[in-house]
Structure formats: C-alpha cells, structure tokens
C-alpha cells in the first residue's frame, strides 16, 4: 500500500512508521476502516434494502457520499495512466470521509429513529463494499476483524 501512493517515477523512502500507522495514508488505516465498517454492520443486522436515503443531510453524509460516486473516476484515470496511485489516493480520501461521518453520526445508539439508522447503514455498507474494491484493484485483501 505504501509503495502504491505516489506515482510510479516519484523515489519510494521506506519507514516501518509510515507503513504500519493507524493514522492518515497507510493500509493499516484503511484496512482499519473497513473492518469498522463491517463491525458496525454485523452488530446492527437490520435490512436496511428499503432506505431512504433522502434522511442523509449532514456535511459528512454527503461528503463521503459524494466521494462514493467519484470511485469510477480513480479507477478509469488509474487504468488509462496505468498509475495505481489513483486508486489509492481515493480509498485512502474515502477511509478519512468514512471515520469522519462515523464519528460525528451516530449509528446504533438507540435514540437514533428506525429510519434514519436504515439509511446510515446503507452508507456504511456502500462505503465498506467500495473500500474492499478499491484494496482488491491494488492486489490487497481486506481483513473482516482487526
């Protein structure tokens, strides 16, 4: 992961540091961030097919959101560049909007109504599933539990 963030004719400095921190651009980081993902999902278990996704309205649900819909986008300009970095950049953007969103949106609290957790669930699953695409497009396998 760390050797795919930056370009291919950019020099690469090794540092256990940056390869192994939970924090910011590294893939213990994402691979933390879906393993929270699917954590929350296997907790809930609610069928959430039936969402109303018109209920997300805060500044974070439509950043990562909208961040969701631009992943063909890094996977086209990867492929046309061969610059795999592309994708990498976007799955690393995508973990920080999803930490953001989980962190100010409450998500199993019980005092969250029935409808707006269906559809805060949707998105955790959304981003979730583009997070194990985005890895799997970099030869990386996604850990369910960490």
């Given at each position: 992961y760390a050797f795919l963030k930056n370009n291919r004719e950019k020099d690469i400095v090794f540092s256990w540091d940056s390869m192994l921190d939970f924090e910011g651009e590294s893939g213990p980081y994402v691979q933390y961030s879906y393993a929270r993902g699917k954590s929350i999902l296997r907790r809930a278990d609610v069928d959430f097919s039936d969402a109303d996704y018109s209920l997300l309205t805060s500044d974070e649900e439509y950043e990562l959101i909208k961040h969701l819909v631009q992943f063909n986008d890094a996977v086209v300009a990867?492929?046309?560049?061969?610059?795999?970095?592309?994708?990498?950049?976007?799955v690393t953007t995508l973990a920080k909007l999803f930490n953001k969103f989980y962190?100010?949106?409450?998500?199993?609290?019980?005092?969250v109504p029935e409808d707006v957790r269906k559809a805060r669930l949707g998105l955790v699953y959304a981003a979730s599933s583009v997070i194990k695409s985005a890895l799997g497009l970099l030869g990386i396998e996604t850990v369910e539990k960490m």
């Open positions: 990867a492929s046309e560049k061969n610059e795999p970095f592309y994708v990498n950049r976007y962190n100010v949106s409450p998500i199993l609290k019980s005092d």
